[in-house]
């Protein structure tokens, strides 16, 4: 909409105004103030911009000139909007200009948009120095704009990674992003570029789930090209990275998780899926535009698991949104992918009591009582099982203590209390020797509830006793990467059994903190690095219980071809594979989308041993956009598909990301990701020393 607003002065005021207030309640109110630098004509303006508790937000605009009193005209609004995005202001200098009128529109996209024009023009000569100004101006204010982003870019990077025991042939930057209009929510983030071609590979964002954990758990104990020693000190290669041809972006989301954080509330815990969602849209669009500015035109894809089921659709259909009403930087968004997703929560509910039925976890007899007794003979496979059940955050499910909810209990519990032996993360893996558990001392509590086949032996719970009967590797090789047995599923030193623990020791490290540009702001809040946020999980706001709304919106206003990746390790106990494969196929009959091609095998290595299993949903809409939606198992592997099957996951991640443009994905090609890798040199190897001799031995050589 546009409007203007007329002001007659007389000659002798020498400041014009006008006031506008809101009532608000329980609101925060941030001041922006705008000065000429050049103090030509002395103009500022003045901006207060309130944000209330129902989204709704109001922009107050005053306009000075202190001037010899001409006629001012000045222009006042505010408007409600349904996200709440905020404010952006354009300003001109009003310069010599004897009439003046301001035009302020408020756009479809939620932002604002302000220009001043002249209504009176100048004398030729006038007209043409203001104009060599203006342009002066405008390239001096470009400049700056560029020095600055590319200070901010430059101060990002990781300079020294502290006990990185191998040479990265890649860089990696550890900023902040802001996640709210204000900048007073400051989203971490950190950013593998890739080991093939960073300039032109795609860009990956990745969310970990929780809802409360962290991204740097992914990115060290998953898919980052980082993996920590035993000692909680050293890093070790994971050739397995998922930037072996992409750049991948981690962010620590929502704000309060990791070293994300409020700068006016310490230990800021309060989140919801709405709020998230409009801080991971805002933080990524602060990174296309002022963090990483040079990825703005690079295609991407989001990326994530558990809790991010729920994250990513929601975020997704932000960004087309933004994208088809102009106010998202990035236009070149092709996919998202979700790992074990939390997108139905009684879906999932439903098919976990499925799957443990046939996988041992209640006796026949039981279970044909529950088949008589509480589905009355119903069809199984499309019995609710939740009406035996309670919960009181709409995420965790408990039998209510009737005699069904007694006789379903075993079937849906996933180790809330870490008393039944077994990781609901991975139903088959197992941690056998206790002092894994207990070392070595983590800085900070937090840990998900995994990985503990043994209860109330975690060194979160207990302080260090003694390290027990298990060394680490560190000390049977330099390189611990070559100890790695790449020929059977255990391929990892029970790394999973004391990841969480090693990494949080290295994470609260003041050196390493450093290292990651985390500011002194953060570290005063005495928040601590935690891998998963216990504050912001129990008091989380968990407001859709199914997704089918968002990828509705999604395939619905796409106006270019784009395709998902619904993948699931098939022996989560917490995301099931099989809840996840019933809701795709629900959300494909609602939109239209037929099966692109049936249920096939796919293949990870040279002699071809089998990965899993891949189906394809595919339509068009009526934009005339292709939509494809493929479903995937990964074979053995649990909740955190990336590390359990670490080779399949990269090959699977870089095929769907290389993937022509609306082509039926051969997830078994070797095209993207060799399976034969080669590990990287190890820092202070023979041959650098040998070449640091050498150049040594010049240099003196040419001193003498």
């Known amino acids: 909409m546009r409007a203007e607003k007329t002001f007659e002065s007389p000659a002798s005021n020498r400041k014009f105004s006008t006031e506008y207030s809101v009532d608000l309640q329980r609101s925060s109110s941030e001041d922006y103030e705008v000065y000429d630098a050049y103090n030509l004509y002395e103009v500022y303006d003045v901006y207060d911009v309130s944000r209330s508790f129902n989204n709704d937000v109001h922009c107050k605009k005053e306009f000075y000139e202190v001037y010899d009193g001409y006629d001012t005209y000045e222009f006042l609004d505010s408007t409600d909007f349904n996200y709440g995005i905020g404010c952006n202001f354009e300003v001109y200098d009003v310069l010599d200009v004897y009439d003046v009128y301001e035009v302020y529109e408020v756009s479809d996209d939620y932002s604002f948009r302000t220009q001043m024009h002249s209504k009176t023009k ?26 600055t982003v590319s200070c901010q870019q430059e101060n990002d990077l990781i300079k020294d990674l502290p006990g990185l025991l191998f040479k990265a042939n890649f860089k990696s930057y550890s900023g902040y992003v802001d996640a709210n209009v204000n900048g007073t929510w400051k989203m971490h983030y950190m950013l593998t570029e890739s080991r093939s071609n960073p300039d032109t590979d795609p860009l990956l964002v990745w969310f970990n789930g929780g809802p409360g954990c962290s991204s740097l758990g992914g990115l060290f104990e998953e898919l980052g090209p980082f993996y920590v020693n035993f000692d909680g000190e050293t890093l070790y290669e994971n050739p397995y990275a998922w930037n072996a041809k992409a750049n991948v972006l981690y962010l620590e989301s929502p704000i309060g998780v990791g070293y994300s954080y409020d700068t006016t509330t310490p230990g800021y815990f309060q989140a919801n899926d709405d709020q998230s969602a409009g801080q991971n849209l805002l933080a990524l669009t602060n990174f296309f535009k002022v963090a990483q500015p040079k990825y703005a035109n690079r295609t991407f894809y989001l990326s994530g698991e558990s809790y991010a089921g729920i994250y990513i659709p929601m975020l997704t259909d932000l960004i087309v949104q933004g994208i088809n009403n102009g106010s998202f930087p990035n236009t070149n968004f092709q996919g998202s992918a979700i790992g074990n997703g939390f997108m139905n929560v009684k879906g999932l509910l439903n098919a976990l009591a499925l799957w443990s039925a046939y996988h041992g976890r209640v006796s026949v007899q039981d279970w044909q009582k529950i088949k008589n007794d509480c589905a009355n003979n119903a069809d199984m496979d499309n019995f609710d099982f939740s009406k035996y059940t309670n919960t009181s955050n709409k995420i965790d499910y408990v039998g209510d203590g009737s005699h069904c909810g007694n006789l379903i209990q075993p079937l849906i519990s996933q180790n809330a209390d870490n008393t039944e032996g077994f990781d609901q993360y991975n139903f088959y893996q ?35 006793q003694q390290l027990g009967s298990f060394k680490g590797t560190s000390n049977l090789a330099q390189n611990t990467a070559t100890l790695v047995n790449r020929f059977s599923n255990d391929n990892q030193f029970g790394y999973f059994c004391w990841n969480e623990d090693a990494v949080g020791k290295y994470l609260n490290s003041d050196k390493v903190q450093n290292a990651l540009n985390i500011p002194q702001a953060w570290k005063d809040q005495k928040n601590g690095w935690e891998d998963c946020r216990d504050s912001i999980y129990q008091n989380y706001t968990l407001k859709y219980d199914t997704t089918n709304q968002f990828f509705k919106n999604i395939i619905t206003n796409l106006k270019t071809n784009f395709r998902f990746l619904i993948y699931n390790g098939d022996v989560d106990t917490v995301c099931n594979y099989l809840g996840d494969a019933k809701h795709i196929a629900q959300v494909a009959a609602e939109n239209g989308l037929n099966t692109l091609s049936p249920r096939t095998p796919w293949y990870y290595s040279d002699n071809q041993q089998l990965a899993g299993f891949v189906q394809s949903y595919s339509g068009k809409n009526a934009n005339g956009a292709t939509i494809i939606i493929d479903v995937l198992t990964v074979k053995g592997a649990g909740h955190m598909v990336p590390y359990d099957r670490a080779g399949p996951s990269v090959q699977m991640i ?31 190897s023979s041959t650098t020393i040998s070449f640091m001799f050498a150049v040594s ?3 003196l050589k040419l001193i003498l």
């Open 122 to 147: 100048l004398p030729a000569i006038m007209r043409f120095l203001v104009i060599i100004f203006r342009m002066f101006r405008s390239l001096l204010g470009v400049a700056c704009l560029l020095a």
């Open 430 to 464: 197992e941690c056998y020797d206790k002092s894994v558990f207990q070392a070595p001392p983590p800085a900070a509590s937090g840990k998900r509830v995994k990985r503990s086949a043994l209860a109330g032996v975690s060194a979160v719970h207990k302080q260090y």
């Open 654 to 684: 870089s095929n769907f990301v290389w993937a022509a443009n609306n082509a039926f994905i051969n997830y078994t090609s070797q095209a993207n990701f060799n399976p034969n890798i080669q590990l990287s040199e190890m820092v202070g």
């Open 697 to 699: 031995v010049v240099l």
